[in-house]
C-alpha cells in the first residue's frame, strides 16, 4: 500500500511517472521523475535518492513521458490504479501532478516542452486547469530562458512553484543543501519564480547531529520572509516540513532526526507574525 514514507520512483514500473501519497499535498500526488540518472546540481543532506550524483537530468524522451503519463492516468480515473494499490476511498483523488523525482528537474533541456506534454496530456483527459501541476525545485536555474519560459506556461495550467528554501544563511546553505548562496541570491531567485509563476516557498527543518535549528537560524530565515514581503515578492505561503524518511546519503547517515511537532508548530507561528500563510507537515 502506497503511504508517506514510501515514495519508490519505480513502483509502477515506468521510466518517468511514479506515485506518491504525499504530506504536503493531501493524498495522491502524481510525480514526473526528469532525472532518471539521480543526478542534481545540489546535495541535500535529508535526501533520499540512492546514489545520488552531481550533475544533470539526461535526455527526456517527450514521447515516451507522454505515452507514460496518459496511460497511468488512464489507469488511476478507471479505477484500477485504486484497485491496485488499495488505496484508502479518502485518498482516491488526484491531488496533483509533480515535476520533482530524484534531482533538480529544471537541469533538464526540455524542461519547457515537459511542460507542453503535461498540457497536452491533461487536456486530451479533460483535466487541464481541474488538475494542480507543481514544480518542486532548488530555484538555482530560474535566471535560464527556458527555465521561465517553461514557468510562464506552467503559470497558464493551473501551476505552481513549490521553492526550497531550508536555510536563509550562507552557512545553512552550505550545510544543508551543499550548495553556495545567501540570502540576497536566494530573493533574487524567489523575485524571479514567483513573477513567472505563483509560488510557495517549501522548507525541511531537522535535527542534525541532535542539534535543531539555532535561534541564528531562525531568525535569518524570519528576516528573508521579511525582506520577500518588502520587495513585493509575491509569495503565497510557505510549507514547512519535517523529515519522514531517513537519509541515504552516506555522509548524513544516522545525523538525521524528526523535530518534535511542538517546534514544528511554535516556528510556524512565527513564520505567519510576518503575515505569510503556512502549512505544517510533521
Not at 101 to 123: M, R
Amino acid at each position: 500500500m502506497l503511504s508517506t514514507t514510501d515514495h519508490s520512483r519505480d513502483r509502477v514500473g515506468y521510466k518517468y511517472i511514479y506515485p506518491v501519497i504525499s504530506r504536503r499535498s493531501g493524498g495522491l500526488s502524481v510525480g514526473i521523475n526528469l532525472n532518471t540518472n539521480n543526478a542534481c546540481n545540489w546535495r541535500c543532506v535529508y535526501c533520499q535518492v540512492p546514489n545520488l550524483t552531481r550533475g544533470s537530468a539526461p535526455p527526456v524522451n517527450l514521447k515516451k513521458l507522454q505515452t507514460e503519463l496518459e496511460v497511468f492516468l488512464r489507469n488511476i480515473l478507471s479505477g484500477d490504479f485504486y484497485k491496485a494499490e488499495k488505496i484508502p476511498k479518502e485518498l482516491q483523488k488526484i491531488q496533483d501532478i509533480a515535476i520533482s523525482g530524484n534531482g533538480e528537474p529544471t537541469t533538464a533541456d526540455e524542461f519547457e516542452q515537459v511542460v507542453d506534454v503535461i498540457k497536452l496530456v491533461l487536456n486530451n483527459l479533460s483535466l487541464l486547469n481541474e488538475t494542480k501541476c507543481i514544480l518542486i525545485t532548488n530555484g538555482s536555474l530560474v535566471n535560464r530562458s527556458y527555465v521561465q519560459n517553461g514557468l510562464k506556461k506552467l503559470a497558464l495550467i493551473n501551476g505552481e512553484i513549490w521553492f526550497k528554501v531550508d536555510s536563509a544563511t550562507a552557512d545553512g546553505v552550505d550545510r544543508i543543501n551543499q550548495a553556495s548562496g545567501n540570502e540576497l541570491s536566494t530573493l533574487k531567485r524567489l523575485d524571479i519564480a514567483a513573477n513567472h509563476c505563483p509560488t510557495y516557498i517549501q522548507t525541511c527543518v531537522f535535527t542534525y547531529e541532535g542539534e535543531k535549528p539555532s535561534e541564528v537560524d531562525k531568525k535569518a530565515y524570519i528576516k528573508l520572509l521579511q525582506e520577500a514581503i518588502d520587495r513585493n515578492i509575491p509569495l503565497k505561503g510557505v510549507f514547512l516540513y519535517g523529515v519522514e524518511r531517513p537519509s541515504l546519503l552516506p555522509e548524513a547517515s544516522n545525523k538525521i532526526s524528526k523535530l518534535p511537532e511542538k517546534w514544528l508548530l511554535s516556528f510556524a507561528e512565527q513564520i505567519r507574525s510576518t503575515g505569510i500563510p503556512v502549512k505544517v507537515s510533521v
